[in-house]
Protein backbone atom coordinates (compact mmCIF):
# COMPACT_ATOMS: atom_id res chain seq x y z
CA UNK A 1 0.00 0.00 0.00
CA UNK A 2 1.23 3.32 -0.65
CA UNK A 3 0.08 6.67 -0.54
CA UNK A 4 -0.77 8.94 -3.69
CA UNK A 5 -1.89 12.65 -3.26
CA UNK A 6 -5.36 13.74 -4.92
CA UNK A 7 -6.77 17.29 -4.83
CA UNK A 8 -10.32 19.20 -5.41
CA UNK A 9 -10.63 22.31 -5.66
CA UNK A 10 -11.93 22.55 -2.31
CA UNK A 11 -9.61 19.58 0.03
CA UNK A 12 -7.10 17.62 -0.44
CA UNK A 13 -6.92 14.02 0.27
CA UNK A 14 -4.06 11.08 0.95
CA UNK A 15 -4.87 8.37 -0.41
CA UNK A 16 -3.74 4.69 -0.25
CA UNK A 17 -4.43 2.20 -3.14
CA UNK A 18 -4.53 -1.08 -2.34
CA UNK A 19 -2.95 -4.10 -4.65
CA UNK A 20 -5.68 -6.48 -6.16
CA UNK A 21 -8.40 -3.95 -5.11
CA UNK A 22 -11.18 -2.40 -7.55
CA UNK A 23 -11.13 0.89 -5.38
CA UNK A 24 -8.84 3.41 -3.27
CA UNK A 25 -9.04 4.01 -0.03
CA UNK A 26 -7.99 7.06 1.74
CA UNK A 27 -7.85 9.11 4.93
CA UNK A 28 -10.17 11.82 4.93
CA UNK A 29 -8.55 15.34 5.99
CA UNK A 30 -11.40 17.16 4.76
CA UNK A 31 -14.41 18.40 5.80
CA UNK A 32 -15.61 18.97 2.00
CA UNK A 33 -19.28 18.14 1.18
CA UNK A 34 -19.40 19.77 -2.04
CA UNK A 35 -20.91 18.16 -4.75
CA UNK A 36 -19.90 19.53 -7.89
CA UNK A 37 -16.34 19.19 -6.75
CA UNK A 38 -13.92 17.11 -9.17
CA UNK A 39 -11.44 15.17 -7.88
CA UNK A 40 -7.91 14.48 -9.31
CA UNK A 41 -4.97 12.38 -8.96
CA UNK A 42 -1.98 14.43 -7.92
CA UNK A 43 1.03 12.92 -10.01
CA UNK A 44 -0.88 12.83 -12.75
CA UNK A 45 -3.82 15.29 -13.04
CA UNK A 46 -6.31 12.63 -14.00
CA UNK A 47 -9.96 12.50 -12.71
CA UNK A 48 -10.51 10.19 -10.38
CA UNK A 49 -12.70 6.67 -11.85
CA UNK A 50 -13.43 4.10 -8.90
CA UNK A 51 -14.66 3.83 -5.75
CA UNK A 52 -13.08 5.68 -2.82
CA UNK A 53 -13.48 4.25 0.68
CA UNK A 54 -12.96 7.14 3.17
CA UNK A 55 -12.96 7.50 6.83
CA UNK A 56 -14.39 10.95 8.70
CA UNK A 57 -12.58 12.45 12.06
CA UNK A 58 -14.77 10.05 13.64
CA UNK A 59 -13.68 6.77 12.14
CA UNK A 60 -16.86 6.25 10.03
CA UNK A 61 -16.52 4.83 6.52
CA UNK A 62 -17.98 6.16 3.45
CA UNK A 63 -17.70 4.75 0.02
CA UNK A 64 -18.13 7.03 -2.76
CA UNK A 65 -18.31 5.82 -6.13
CA UNK A 66 -16.54 8.26 -9.41
CA UNK A 67 -16.30 8.84 -12.70
CA UNK A 68 -14.30 11.01 -14.00
CA UNK A 69 -13.71 12.89 -11.22
CA UNK A 70 -17.30 13.32 -9.96
CA UNK A 71 -19.64 11.75 -7.88
CA UNK A 72 -21.20 9.09 -10.06
CA UNK A 73 -23.12 6.22 -8.18
CA UNK A 74 -24.47 5.15 -5.01
CA UNK A 75 -22.41 6.55 -1.73
CA UNK A 76 -22.75 4.37 1.12
CA UNK A 77 -22.26 6.10 4.35
CA UNK A 78 -21.98 4.20 7.68
CA UNK A 79 -22.15 4.16 11.67
CA UNK A 80 -18.41 4.20 13.55
CA UNK A 81 -18.83 0.13 13.21
CA UNK A 82 -18.42 0.82 9.77
CA UNK A 83 -20.37 -2.64 9.26
CA UNK A 84 -24.04 -0.47 9.86
CA UNK A 85 -25.04 1.74 7.36
CA UNK A 86 -26.33 4.93 8.33
CA UNK A 87 -27.39 6.48 4.61
CA UNK A 88 -27.68 5.99 1.06
CA UNK A 89 -27.51 8.41 -1.63
CA UNK A 90 -27.19 8.06 -5.80
CA UNK A 91 -25.36 10.56 -7.42
CA UNK A 92 -25.36 11.15 -11.36
CA UNK A 93 -22.34 13.16 -12.95
CA UNK A 94 -21.72 15.00 -9.28
CA UNK A 95 -25.22 16.33 -8.62
CA UNK A 96 -27.26 14.30 -5.93
CA UNK A 97 -30.46 11.90 -7.79
CA UNK A 98 -33.11 9.94 -6.69
CA UNK A 99 -33.72 8.79 -3.26
CA UNK A 100 -31.38 9.79 0.54
CA UNK A 101 -32.42 7.29 2.86
CA UNK A 102 -30.70 7.84 6.17
CA UNK A 103 -30.99 4.79 8.82
CA UNK A 104 -31.37 4.61 12.58
CA UNK A 105 -28.62 2.20 14.40
CA UNK A 106 -31.33 -0.64 14.28
CA UNK A 107 -31.17 -0.57 10.61
CA UNK A 108 -34.70 1.07 10.94
CA UNK A 109 -35.45 3.85 8.43
CA UNK A 110 -34.71 7.11 9.92
CA UNK A 111 -35.13 9.61 7.21
CA UNK A 112 -36.25 9.59 3.02
CA UNK A 113 -36.02 12.40 0.73
CA UNK A 114 -36.08 12.74 -3.41
CA UNK A 115 -33.39 14.89 -4.65
CA UNK A 116 -33.79 16.26 -7.63
CA UNK A 117 -30.04 18.22 -9.67
CA UNK A 118 -28.45 18.04 -6.61
CA UNK A 119 -32.06 19.49 -4.76
CA UNK A 120 -34.83 18.18 -2.38
CA UNK A 121 -37.49 18.06 -4.07
CA UNK A 122 -41.10 16.21 -2.60
CA UNK A 123 -41.76 15.08 0.73
CA UNK A 124 -39.00 14.49 3.61
CA UNK A 125 -40.19 12.36 6.07
CA UNK A 126 -38.59 11.51 8.90
CA UNK A 127 -39.51 7.95 11.06
CA UNK A 128 -38.74 7.17 14.77
CA UNK A 129 -36.50 4.50 16.19
CA UNK A 130 -39.21 1.83 15.61
CA UNK A 131 -39.68 2.43 12.20
CA UNK A 132 -42.85 4.64 12.41
CA UNK A 133 -43.48 8.13 10.72
CA UNK A 134 -42.92 11.14 12.66
CA UNK A 135 -43.13 14.28 10.87
CA UNK A 136 -42.65 15.45 7.02
CA UNK A 137 -41.37 18.38 5.70
CA UNK A 138 -42.19 19.87 1.78
CA UNK A 139 -39.67 20.90 -0.46
CA UNK A 140 -39.53 22.44 -3.98
CA UNK A 141 -36.85 23.98 -5.67
CA UNK A 142 -34.00 23.85 -3.14
CA UNK A 143 -36.64 25.24 -0.26
CA UNK A 144 -38.60 23.85 2.11
CA UNK A 145 -42.10 25.21 1.41
CA UNK A 146 -43.90 23.55 4.47
CA UNK A 147 -42.90 21.55 7.82
Known sequence: MFPILCYGQYS??????MDGSSHNEYD????SNFEDE???????????TGSITSYTMDKSKKVTPFLNGL??????S???????????????KGSGEGWLKSYHKNGKLAQKVFYISGCKDGN??????????????????CRRVRK
Open 12 to 17: QYDVYV
Open 28 to 31: YNSN
Open 38 to 48: IVYLKLTDEPV
Open 71 to 76: RHGQKQ
Open 78 to 92: YYQDNKTLFSTINYI
Open 124 to 141: EEFYDSFGMFSRVNVWSN
